[in-house]
């Protein structure tokens, strides 16, 4: 039994929700024990991020920098 098969099971069973490859779920979704719920109703779930440092050199501020970018080109 796969990963994706007991996920499916929780599921099934009212324990919780996933995200799954719908080619695994096709059959499922067709016989109506799983259903899908559109992505524009899924609120994202967002987190802090947080960076910890001895001192502060030239390369950990080009780090962060580079971080807070990356984090800002993402959300």
Same mark, same amino acid.
């Given at each position: ?10 599921i099934e ?9 719908? #080619?695994?779920?096709k059959e ?8 899908? %719920?559109? !992505?524009? $109703?899924?609120?994202?779930? #967002?987190?802090?991020?947080?960076i910890v ?6 390369? %950990?501020? !080009?780090? $962060? ?11």
């Open positions: 039994m796969t990963q994706v098969e007991i996920t499916k099971r929780f069973e009212g324990l919780g929700v996933s995200y799954l490859p719908f #080619s695994m779920v499922e979704v067709e016989n109506q024990t799983l259903s899908m %719920i559109s !992505q524009q $109703k899924i609120i994202r779930p #967002s987190s802090d991020t947080y440092t001895k001192g502060e050199t030239e390369e %950990i501020k !080009q780090f $962060k920098h580079f971080v807070a970018e990356t984090l800002t080109e993402t959300s």
